[in-house]
């Protein structure tokens, strides 16, 4: 007896949903791996910045209020050079 055209389209379905299926899983595990790749490279950072543990978080916390971190050199209030010209 033949496949009826019903069963044609519900058997390729269930193909369609087991691929869909499969590329779910391969990208929750590329999701993670990239997760575990930031992580690592935010360590990197942190550690080429020669931070110790205990300044961390008061480093990250200005960081967060948007303070400025390393050399600040302040404006001159007299006028610019191009303004003189």
């Known amino acids: 007896m033949a ?12 193909k369609v949903k087991g691929k869909i299926s499969d590329q779910q899983a391969r990208l929750k595990e ?19 910045m020669s931070i110790s543990l205990e300044e961390l978080p008061l480093v990250l916390q200005r960081i967060k209020a948007g303070d400025a971190l390393g050399q600040n050199v302040p404006k001159s209030a007299g006028p610019e050079k191009e303004d003189a010209e």
């Open 3 to 14: 496949i009826s055209k019903s069963a044609k389209i519900m058997a390729e379905m269930e």
């Open 30 to 48: 590329l999701e993670q791996k990239h997760k575990e790749a930031e992580n690592e490279e935010i360590v990197d950072i942190v550690r080429g």
